[in-house]
C-alpha cells in the first residue's frame, strides 16, 4: 500500500554532517504525521524529530540545534539535515508515517544505519 524507503546514512566522523532521505511511494502527508525515529543496539527506538499539528516541528533534546527536519511534498520526501554528529548519535535512523485518526495504519521503513566514529 505504502513503502517508505531511507537513504543517505554511512560512516561520518564526530563534528561532521549527514542528509538522511525518506521517499514514499505515495503522498501520505495529509493523513499521517511524518517523522524520524532512531534505534540503537540495546536500546528502544526513540523519537528523533516530527512534524507535528499545525506544520509545526517537535525534537528530541539531545538533537536541538543539531538536526533539522523538513519536507518535499511534490516529491513525496522527507528529509533529517544532521549536523555536528556525535558517536551518541550511532544508530539505525527509521522514517515514519503515524496515522492521523484509527483509519490510517503506521508505516515504517527498513532504516538506514548512522555510524559516527573516529
Known amino acids: 500500500q505504502v513503502q517508505l524507503v531511507e537513504s543517505g546514512g554511512g560512516l561520518v566522523q564526530p563534528g561532521g554532517s549527514l542528509r538522511l532521505t525518506c521517499a514514499a511511494s505515495?503522498?501520505?502527508?495529509?493523513?499521517?504525521?511524518m517523522g524520524w525515529y532512531r534505534q540503537a543496539p540495546g536500546k528502544q527506538r526513540e523519537l528523533v524529530a516530527t512534524?507535528?499539528?499545525?506544520?509545526?516541528?517537535n525534537y528530541a533534546d539531545s538533537v536541538k540545534g543539531r538536526f533539522t527536519i523538513s519536507r518535499d511534498n511534490a516529491r513525496n520526501t522527507v528529509y533529517l539535515q544532521m549536523n555536528s554528529l556525535k558517536p551518541e548519535d550511532t544508530a539505525v535512523y527509521y522514517c515514519?508515517?503515524?496515522?492521523?485518526?484509527?483509519?490510517?495504519?503506521?508505516?515504517w521503513g527498513q532504516g538506514t544505519q548512522v555510524t559516527v566514529s573516529s
Open positions: 512534524f507535528t499539528g499545525g506544520g509545526s516541528t
Open positions: 505515495r503522498n501520505i502527508f495529509t493523513t499521517h504525521a
Open positions: 515514519n508515517g503515524r496515522g492521523r485518526n484509527i483509519l490510517y495504519r503506521d508505516y
